[in-house]
């Protein structure tokens, strides 16, 4: 259905809304709709729902959340209008729901028919906030039951017309959703229609303990099914222990989109590519592959090609596999990667096509190279300290951090925040919780560039409460013993600090070479994929060893 998004305009196309009242996220000062407009607006939902029943869709839901149009005309913080569209109560408020419901109804009367309403404060009893409270939404819930206007009611958390609603609305790791599911079960009990919920349920069993508690009839789980489209085919045919999870890093579903990009998914390289055919031929028992390096690339290289019946080795210098995801584990509110690591595990131990050899240094392997067909190298970048500071010892990078168990209690630290595909505001906050005291510097406009819009609120709502300083335009222009200079891009002026104990540089890396593939025999393939060819992050790391996984051999 239109949504007529949260507040915002372009050239030549005018913001518009219930009244002359601006988002958070945008700010722009929309102009209020006349009653003309408002009917234009009621008839292309029509026509939305019109297009839909024809062409075979079985109902439609109406968006009344996130702060869209709809949400607008019944939240008292966006409604101020004074005619028959507004209101001081929500029911007042409904007008424009209750016209576009009715017109749909009775034009379509075997149409299904629904309505997402969102939670906007999980606390029932508490004073009715400014946009929309519980009470309200359950009143508006209950009047629509009983008009018979709608056949079912969705719910969904907070707003999107926030930067802390947008967190909510699309929780991660550390957003505490019982209580808005606590919300959600008391407004069912007033309702005889079915219900759905949505928001954060990544998992089949998260799913089947909200049934269970009867907080919903149904859920939704959309990153879930970005994550693995057939998860519902996989329940029904009992292999759930094959669903590729979401592991909730919001990096290529969310952020893609907040980014202008199409939606994919940093697990399942697939997702948002079913346009690419990638025909793939099965060669069982005819060749041989060998796989230098064990993390995202490497491990869905690997998967590609053993399920074509490639007999597949992968060699990783560790103890694990999972590469950077596994590193990336270690950050706060990052645990949940390791359900990613975990998932490959499971994978290759299913696929007996694939052998896992762990310790196993590429440096150590150069004679066995020369028994396989083909290898793929995938072992990654290493970290980089810009070349002028890598004579001082307190200069250091974001991967050092993480794998050194340095003590940081009482240091004093800066991070150097100056790659868009890495997490500097995670190790601010890594260090910050590990006791240092920490300044963030960023030579670009804003901290966090590049970060999904989830984790980066997240990010900064955890690094306001823990009082780390931020700094823009600005970049470390020398660094001598424990004093720092810092370069201010706008103002041109310098400033220094002689307490800082280390300076963690967050930058791109350089990739690996691999010495032990320069000496094979002419007629072996070798391809670099990933972070091996060059940093440029997770997303194109899975999609390309998948790539290169299906098509390796083919000609040969």
Request: glycine residues 8%; hydrophobic residues 40%.
């Amino acid at each position: 259905m239109p949504s007529r998004g949260q507040v915002w305009h372009e050239e030549l196309v005018p913001a518009i809304a219930p009244s002359a009242i601006p988002h958070s996220r945008s700010y722009v000062v929309p102009m209020s709709m006349t009653t003309n407009q408002i009917a234009n607006a009621v008839d292309d939902y029509v026509a939305a729902a019109r297009r839909a029943h024809r062409g075979g869709l079985h109902g439609v839901e109406i968006k009344c959340d996130q702060g869209k149009l709809v949400h607008q005309f019944l939240s008292g913080k966006y409604n101020f209008r004074e005619d028959e569209f507004g209101g001081i109560d929500v029911l007042l408020r409904s007008r424009f729901l209750e016209d576009l419901l009715t017109r749909i109804r009775v034009e379509m009367p075997t149409l299904l028919l629904g309505v997402r309403l969102p939670i906007i404060t999980a606390d029932h009893d508490a004073p009715e906030p400014q946009d929309l409270g519980t009470a309200e939404v359950q009143r508006l819930a209950v009047r629509l039951e009983e008009l018979g206007l709608i056949d079912y009611v969705s719910f969904s958390f907070a707003t999107n017309s926030s930067a802390l609603g947008y967190l909510v609305g699309h929780p991660d790791e550390r957003t505490k959703t019982s209580r808005y599911y606590a919300a959600v079960r008391v407004i069912r009990a007033s309702l005889k229609l079915p219900v759905i919920v949505a928001g954060g349920i990544r998992a089949v069993a998260d799913a089947s303990a909200l049934v269970d508690a009867g907080t919903a009839d149904f859920v939704g789980m959309t990153r879930a099914h970005i994550a693995d489209p057939d998860l519902v085919n996989k329940v029904v045919a009992n292999k759930q222990d094959s669903i590729i999870p979401c592991i909730g890093c919001n990096i290529a579903c969310v952020g893609n989109t907040w980014y202008g990009h199409p939606v994919r998914c940093t697990m399942n390289p697939k997702t948002g590519r079913e346009s690419i055919q990638i025909t793939t031929r099965s060669l069982k028992g005819r060749k041989r592959l060998a796989i230098i390096g064990g993390g995202p690339a490497g491990l869905q290289a690997a998967l590609a090609a053993g399920h074509r019946g490639i007999d597949t080795t992968i060699f990783e210098r560790t103890a694990s596999v999972g590469g950077g995801l596994l590193l990336a584990s270690e950050l706060p509110g990052r645990s949940r990667f390791k359900e990613g690591v975990e998932f490959f595990k499971a994978a290759i131990a299913r696929e007996s096509h694939i052998d896992l050899r762990l310790m196993s240094p590429a440096t150590d392997i150069p004679d066995l190279l020369a028994s396989f067909s083909a290898v793929i190298v995938a072992v990654g970048s290493v970290p980089a300290v810009p070349q002028q500071f890598r004579h001082s010892p307190i200069c250091i990078t974001d991967i050092e951090v993480l794998r050194t168990s340095v003590p940081w209690t009482g240091r004093s630290v800066i991070v150097v925040d100056s790659e868009r595909r890495r997490d500097a505001l995670g190790i601010a906050e890594h260090l910050s919780r590990e006791g240092a005291t920490v300044e963030v510097v960023t030579p670009f406009d804003a901290v966090g560039l590049g970060l999904d819009p989830v984790t980066l609120v997240s990010r900064l709502g955890q690094l306001s409460r823990l009082g780390v300083n931020l700094r823009t335009w600005t970049e470390v222009s020398r660094v001598d013993g424990n004093t720092v200079q810092t370069y201010n891009q706008i103002t041109g002026e310098y400033s220094a600090r002689d307490d800082v104990s280390s300076v963690i540089f967050v930058c791109n890396g350089h990739p690996v070479h691999v010495s032990s593939t320069a000496s094979v025999k002419e007629s072996l393939t070798v391809v670099t994929v990933g972070d091996a060819v060059w940093p440029r992050g997770l997303e194109a790391a899975t999609a390309e060893g998948h790539d290169v996984g299906s098509k390796i051999l083919e000609q040969k």
